[in-house]
């Protein structure tokens, strides 16, 4: 190493030397520093930390002014300070007695006391503790306290504050509220009427009717919606309304609808929705009340179903008819499938089956396999002979039952009594088991006696009809038998008339040709031949008139009696000596013109004919009666005794034998009155005269 | 006037004839005993009549039935048919109108009458034009 090197190395020696001479210093220096910091901290401390126990002594005073009541109790209750207002509550000031705390305290606290001073102690503070207290003064009031524990400078605790809330008031309204809630529940679940909450749809609360309506318990229910426990078909009705609610439109709405209990069965209820709104009128849950309205319901339909009924029923008249009607209201009313009308015969002793409704009908209405029943056979004829209706839940525990087109559970079976007859049966059974209900039964009941009274009309009606074809076929017969009749009439009258004209012939000729020859004998007997074919002929003719009279030939005209009687005076002879006088006007009236024609040219004619004074006298009167038009045809002729007076009006009668007279013209009176509905009698003295009488009906 | 005289009754045809010679009348009487006889007469190739009298009840072909035929020919359809009948059977009266017929006349009981009647339908039917089929 040279000399140079050295120095250099010397020199660096040196320098590191003055350095760390130099650190030292500096380190002393902080050290020095850093002592007086934490000297000086030390001070500030104290004095921080009186400056502390000053500002909770001030904190102190600041609390015995505070307005809640404010107290101070060593840790056996004994009071060391209390605030204004705890000396005002609490009664007493604890600068003038001794209080110890816990003899305020209500017994009924003392227990929860003692635990909440112990809590207090070990946890050092104590929030919301609640008793009843008994004031200085001997009032009972609610505290709340919060307190906390006072500890020494050495962390023992010393003693305990606290800020006394009175709650009293407050208590007291909680219990108001709470006996009030109480009361509404006991209203609300002893309610007749189901409660219930929903939250869009969802179902929230019920009470225990409406749980008890639905055989569900509330929290069942609580996991359901509305719509599970509603049937589809109710749903769009609901819907709308409950839009409209939403939309703010309404706060409430009624329907009735039905409910779908547990088991399945429906309750019919009356549902009174109601909106509960917040401060924004956005509703925040609904309130159903809903009322079963099951009974009524059933009242209702009842109801309906025999308006139904009776409607449908009015003014038909035939059987199948009204059976139809009946059976397609029951079905329906049932919400059943199938029902049945039996009709009873009695004569033969069966029921027959008249209508039907549901698979055992066409579409015609035609009923498929007929089955007839004997009177006793199945539940059917049990109830026919016994008249008493059935309601039968299980038929194949029935030993009766019959099995028609299928086997079905269930089968209701009225009879229909008229004049306590049972004339028929309305029956209807259904696949499930029990299905029917005691309400149907008297629904059917009521329809039965319903529909009674018309029926048996119509089964007289049936019966009268069928003895109506029967009268109408003998009718007919008998027309044909009359025509056939008339007929012969005509042929017996030809073949009876074609003699006479032959005979007439030949006497004539006899008298042209021999008149010479004969003597006046002979000649009278040609003339007497000649008038015996005449009398003959009028004969023929007053048969062949008579026989013609019939009722359904009659015209309807209005007919001038006057001057069908000036008519009959101009085409019949009247003598000279006689006169046919109308008395009064006589009346126009509708009927046949050639039928009155003939009426009262026979009576006229007759009443000419039998005059024998020198003065003949023919008296044609009329007066009016409220039905009948009444008539006088009066004469001053030989009269008629008595004991011909039924006789002449019989064919063939005739009291005399000239040829005019045939015996007939009464007769034909006789048939023509009574063709109008009328009675033709006479007064008559033999002698001086005969007075006919004739009633005609007015038209 | 060429008449056809259609009459079962012996009688009848003798009051004919008898009064149109008293009526001194010089129609020629062709007589048929009923329809059948009338229809061969009408067919047999000789001269038409010209008026047809004819009576309604008689045996075999009756009146009406052969007044049907009569109508139904397409020549003697034209002769007038002069129903001469003691039938006052109104149903009668209108079958043979209904059929087609120029007359309906009733034979009436007493014979004057009916000479009184025959002439008048003579004198009637003389003084016709009548269609010569």
Not at chain 1, 220 to 239: M, R, T, Y
Not at chain 1, 262 to 269: F, N, P, Q, V, Y
Not at chain 1, 400 to 421: C, F, K, L, M
Not at chain 2, 1 to 17: G, P, R, S, V, Y
């Amino acid at each position: 190493m040279d000399n140079k090197e050295v120095l250099l190395l010397k020199r660096a020696l040196e320098r590191q030397k003055k350095a760390r001479l130099q650190a030292e210093k500096i380190l002393e220096q902080k050290s020095k520093e850093l002592f007086d910091a934490k000297q000086h901290l030390e001070h500030a401390n104290a004095r921080l930390e009186n400056l502390l126990n000053e500002k909770t002594s001030e904190l102190d005073g600041a609390f015995l002014n505070i307005i809640d009541p404010y107290v101070v109790m060593d840790l056996d209750f004994n009071v060391i300070n209390m605030n204004k207002s705890a000396k005002e509550f609490l009664g007493f000031d604890h600068s003038k007695e001794t209080v110890n705390l816990s003899e305020l305290v209500h017994e009924e606290y003392l227990q929860y006391t003692m635990e909440s001073i112990a809590t207090l102690k070990e946890v050092g503070t104590l929030q919301n503790y609640k008793a009843k207290i008994r004031t200085k003064r001997g009032a009972e009031r609610f505290v709340q306290i919060n307190s906390s524990i006072i500890y020494n400078q050495t962390g023992d605790p010393i003693a305990a504050q606290g800020i006394i809330r009175d709650i009293t008031s407050e208590t007291e309204i909680k219990q108001l509220l709470s006996d009030q809630k109480k009361q509404l529940d006991v209203i609300v679940d002893n309610s007749p009427l189901g409660f219930v909450l929903t939250v869009g749809g969802q179902i929230v609360k019920a009470n225990s009717t409406f749980c008890n309506f639905l055989g569900y318990l509330e929290l069942e229910l609580c996991k359901l919606k509305v719509s599970d426990i509603s049937f589809k078909e109710d749903l769009p009705a609901s819907k709308s309304l409950m839009e409209e609610m939403n939309a703010g439109k309404t706060d409430n709405f009624i329907i009735n609808k039905r409910y779908k209990r547990k088991d399945g069965s429906i309750l019919w209820a009356k549902t009174n929705v109601n909106a509960v709104r917040d401060r924004n009128g956005v509703i925040k849950y609904q309130l159903a009340i809903v009322e079963d309205i099951t009974v009524e319901r059933e009242k209702e339909l009842m109801i309906e179903v025999i308006n139904d009924v009776a409607k449908a029923i009015l003014g038909k008249m035939d059987i199948h008819e009204i059976a139809w009607e009946i059976t397609k209201s029951i079905t329906h009313y049932l919400g059943s499938e199938d029902c049945i009308i039996y009709l009873v015969d009695r004569d033969k002793q069966f029921l027959e089956q008249i209508a039907a409704y549901g698979d055992k009908v066409g579409h015609q209405g035609e009923i498929y396999n007929k089955i007839k029943l004997h009177l006793d056979q199945g539940i059917v004829g049990t109830v026919a002979r016994t008249g008493k209706a059935e309601l039968i839940g299980d038929t194949s525990r029935d030993k009766r039952y019959v099995v028609d087109d299928a086997i079905r559970y269930s089968e209701i079976t009225v009879p229909i009594i008229s004049e306590g007859e049972v004339i028929g049966v309305i029956d209807s059974e259904h696949p499930e088991k029990n299905y029917y209900t005691k309400a149907h039964l008297e629904t059917l009941k009521n329809i039965a006696r319903l529909v009674a009274m018309q029926l048996k009309n119509a089964i007289n009606l049936r019966e009268r009809l069928l003895t109506e074809e029967e009268n109408k076929k003998l009718l007919e017969e008998l027309q044909r038998s009359n025509e056939g009749l008339k007929e012969y009439a005509h042929i017996v009258s030809h073949d009876l008339k074609s003699p006479l004209r032959s005979i007439n012939a030949l006497a004539s000729w006899l008298h042209e040709d021999y008149a010479e020859l004969l003597d006046e004998t002979g000649v009278y007997n040609l003339k007497m031949i000649q008038e015996k074919t005449e009398s003959m002929d009028n004969l023929i003719k007053g048969i062949l008139k008579y026989s013609s009279i019939e009722y359904d030939k009659l015209e309807y005209e209005k007919v001038d009696v006057n001057d069908v009687v000036k008519h009959i005076r101009e085409i019949i002879y009247v003598p000279e000596h006689v006169n046919i006088v109308i008395m009064n006007p006589l009346p126009v009236m509708v009927a046949d013109d050639t039928k009155i024609h003939q009426l009262f040219q026979n009576l006229i004619s007759n009443a000419v004919s039998h005059i024998d004074k020198e003065e003949g006298l023919v008296k044609i009167s009329s007066e009016e009666t409220e039905t009948h038009w009444k008539f006088q045809v009066e004469d001053n002729g030989v009269g008629i005794a008595k004991e011909y007076h039924e006789k002449i009006f019989k064919v063939f009668q005739s009291l005399e034998t000239t040829e005019k007279s045939t015996g007939i013209g009464l007769s034909i009176v006789k048939k023509i009155v009574d063709l109008y509905k009328g009675d033709i009698w006479l007064e008559s003295e033999p002698g001086s005269g005969t007075c006919f009488y004739f009633t005609l009906i007015k038209q | 006037m060429n008449i056809l005289f259609i009459e079962d009754d012996l009688i009848e045809t003798m009051k004919l004839q008898r009064t149109i010679a008293k009526l001194q009348l010089k129609h020629k009487i062709r007589e048929a005993k009923n329809g059948e006889e009338a229809l061969a007469v009408l067919k047999d190739g000789s001269t038409l009549p010209d008026i047809i009298l004819l009576d309604l009840n008689m045996p075999r072909m009756n009146g009406l039935e052969f007044l049907k035929i009569l109508k139904e020919d397409e020549v003697l359809k034209y002769l007038p048919t002069i129903i001469l009948t003691t039938s006052e059977n109104q149903a009668d009266l209108l079958e043979a109108y209904r059929i087609g017929i120029a007359g309906y006349v009733i034979k009436p009981l007493k014979h004057e009458d009916y000479e009184a009647k025959l002439k008048r339908v003579m004198d009637y039917w003389d003084i016709n034009e009548l269609v010569k089929p």
